[in-house]
């Protein structure tokens, strides 16, 4: 699907389908929309639609109106699951050109930036390895700004890198965990630096005993895939004010538990345990194209956690590359363990902030279910920063407690930490282990196990990874100061 921009009236553009979007208890200014209102077929609710062929005095061929809803309640988040919807719903219609147009009250930047993102996260399916594909159909979208400043360009270019590169972590969480292991992961990772022109280290297992990841090495033992440690490194055309921030994002390729194994029902759900390795590598790539002022760098742990005879064992006690030791207790607890030597190699590599995205827990998803990503800090205006950057970008997340009382259960007479606290809050004591690496660097912690995945399609999405946490990410980094 191509994407365009054009300036023009919307009455003179040339397509299967033209979208008007048209808000709830308003005065329609089209006629063929008004009568739709008066007739009771349509009032404007947020993603109905009708569609009308051959309206008089438009060049197109159809006519559909969309609810946008409210108006004074249609942020660009709205104007995303518009534009998502649509091409979700014409490209089921083998419509080949569609057009939406922004009327002059939302010819901003934000607004232009989801109409053509939502549009392009729309059309992502998680087909790629039917024979048969869904039917694509879609040739070209076109956002059209009727009289709109042609600066609004550079929005739509925003909107349509970060939505591809959504697209490209949404890919990542998709593939099987057959295709997709940590040696692919980390290949992958490669090429889309040396595409992109970011600075890329890959450390092996070797270079991880040197430098004494235990934690992240233990994990690994059970497989038989080598773990890597992927290094993306974006550095600004003139580096500003001494900002170092890493995005630091889990990759287990697949996580059976290992010896404290998982039962076998959705066990296949667990090849999304990389998603937030995903979007963390998805977020560089848009940031190598935008360029930000700050510099950052990509820290992406990658391991398979499989059950085994070389597998770790409950009990095991393994030294962290921080120095602290840790006792086993449940290898399915293996998120933080890889986190923290990332986070640890981090902050030795000159990090001023950290953020990291995680599936870490099944408890986030029984508090928060799959609407908000849950957010842990050390760090109050960092958090409220990043949960800013969130809002803008329609990803709900919800600030968590931090007290050091859950701190209280990460104790074990054996070794400096346990790799599990107290069944109760298990988010949160995942996150107190999580800040024990972290430590005085500002840090974020995203527990996105609820929100990575959907199981059932949107209007505006398909099932399946939803590349969350990336578009809060270059937002962050885009606009630092
Ligand atoms: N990857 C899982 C988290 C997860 C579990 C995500 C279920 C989505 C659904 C993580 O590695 C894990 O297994 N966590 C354990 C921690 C426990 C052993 C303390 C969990 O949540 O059960
Ligand atoms: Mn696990
Ligand atoms: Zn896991």
Request: glycine fraction near 10%; aromatic fraction near 6%; charged fraction near 20%.
């Given at each position: 699907?191509?994407?365009k921009?054009a300036?023009?009236?919307?009455e003179?553009i040339d397509a299967?389908?033209l ?10 200014s ?9 007739t009771g077929?349509?009032a404007?609710k947020l ?5 009308l062929h051959?309206?008089?005095?438009i060049?197109a061929?159809?006519?559909v109106a969309v609810?946008g ?5 249609f942020?660009?988040?709205?104007m995303?699951?518009v534009?998502?919807a649509m ?8 419509m080949?050109?569609?057009?939406i147009v922004l009327s002059?009250a939302f010819?901003y ?5 989801a ?7 729309g059309?992502w399916?998680p ?6 594909k869904?039917a694509s159909?879609?040739?070209?979208f ?14 739509f270019t925003?909107?349509?890198?970060i939505a591809?590169?959504q697209n490209?972590a949404r890919?990542?969480?998709?593939e099987p965990?057959n295709i997709l292991?940590?040696?692919v992961?980390a290949?992958r990772?490669?090429?889309?630096a040396a595409?992109?022109g970011l600075g ?8 991880m ?8 090495l233990g994990?690994?033992q059970g497989?038989?895939?080598p773990?890597?440690l992927i ?7 003139v580096p500003?004010g001494g ?12 996580d059976t538990?290992?010896?404290s ?5 959705k ?7 990389m ?10 790539q ?5 360029k930000p ?7 992406i742990p990658t391991?398979?956690?499989m059950p ?15 120095g602290?030791?840790i006792?086993?207790l ?10 923290a030597d990332?986070?640890?190699?981090a902050?030795r590599?000159?990090?001023?902030h ?5 599936t ?9 279910g799959?609407?908000n990503?849950?957010v842990f800090?050390n760090?109050e205006?960092f958090?409220s920063?990043l ?5 803008m970008q329609g990803?709900?997340?919800w600030p ?10 990460l ?6 930490l ?5 069944r109760?809050?298990?988010s949160i004591?995942a ?10 660097t ?5 527990d ?7 199981d ?5 999405m398909a099932k ?6 990336l ?9 630092w100061?």
């Amino acid at each position: 699907m191509e994407t365009k921009i054009a300036f023009t009236p919307f009455e003179t553009i040339d397509a299967d389908a033209l979208v008007l979007i048209a808000f709830e208890q308003t005065a329609q200014s089209h006629s063929w929309i008004a009568e739709l209102v008066d007739t009771g077929e349509f009032a404007g609710k947020l993603l109905d639609s009708v569609i009308l062929h051959h309206p008089n005095g438009i060049a197109a061929k159809r006519l559909v109106a969309v609810g946008g809803g409210k108006a004074d309640r249609f942020t660009p988040t709205e104007m995303r699951q518009v534009a998502g919807a649509m091409v979700r719903l014409l490209k089921g219609k083998k419509m080949r050109k569609i057009a939406i147009v922004l009327s002059e009250a939302f010819q901003y930047p934000e607004y232009v930036a989801a109409a053509v993102g939502g549009a392009i996260l729309g059309e992502w399916e998680p087909d790629l390895h039917k024979s048969k594909k869904e039917a694509s159909g879609i040739d070209e979208f076109t956002v059209v700004c009727p009289g709109g400043v042609t600066e609004l360009a550079d929005s739509f270019t925003r909107g349509q890198v970060i939505a591809v590169a959504q697209n490209f972590a949404r890919d990542l969480g998709n593939e099987p965990p057959n295709i997709l292991t940590p040696t692919v992961l980390a290949r992958r990772a490669a090429q889309m630096a040396a595409e992109t022109g970011l600075g890329c280290d890959i450390l092996d297992q070797d270079r991880m005993r040197q430098l004494g990841m235990g934690a992240l090495l233990g994990v690994a033992q059970g497989s038989a895939e080598p773990p890597h440690l992927i290094v993306l490194t974006y550095t600004p055309p003139v580096p500003a004010g001494g900002v170092h921030l890493a995005l630091v994002g889990k990759a287990v390729t697949f996580d059976t538990g290992g010896i404290s194994i998982k039962p076998s029902e959705k066990m296949e759900l667990m090849k999304f345990d990389m998603c937030g390795g995903a979007a963390v590598l998805g977020a560089m790539q848009a940031i190598a194209s935008l360029k930000p002022s700050i510099a950052v760098t990509a820290y992406i742990p990658t391991v398979e956690n499989m059950p085994g005879g070389k597998a770790q064992r409950p009990g095991d006690i393994v030294t962290s590359l921080s120095g602290k030791t840790i006792e086993i207790l449940n290898t399915d607890a293996e998120g933080r363990l890889i986190m923290a030597d990332a986070i640890t190699y981090a902050k030795r590599q000159g990090a001023t902030h950290l953020i990291d995205a995680s599936t870490l827990t099944g408890a986030i998803v029984v508090a928060l279910g799959t609407v908000n990503s849950g957010v842990f800090s050390n760090h109050e205006l960092f958090q409220s920063r990043l949960l800013d950057s969130a809002r803008m970008q329609g990803e709900k997340m919800w600030p968590m407690p931090m007290d050091d009382d859950y701190k209280e259960s990460l104790k074990t007479v054996y070794a400096d930490l346990p790799n599990i606290g107290s069944r109760g809050g298990g988010s949160i004591t995942a996150a107190k282990f999580l800040e024990a690496f972290a430590e005085e660097t500002p840090w974020i912690h995203l527990d996105i196990a609820g929100t990575a995945w959907i199981d059932e399609a949107k209007p505006y999405m398909a099932k399946g990874p939803t590349g969350v946490a990336l578009r809060t990410f270059v937002h962050l980094a885009q606009n630092w100061e």
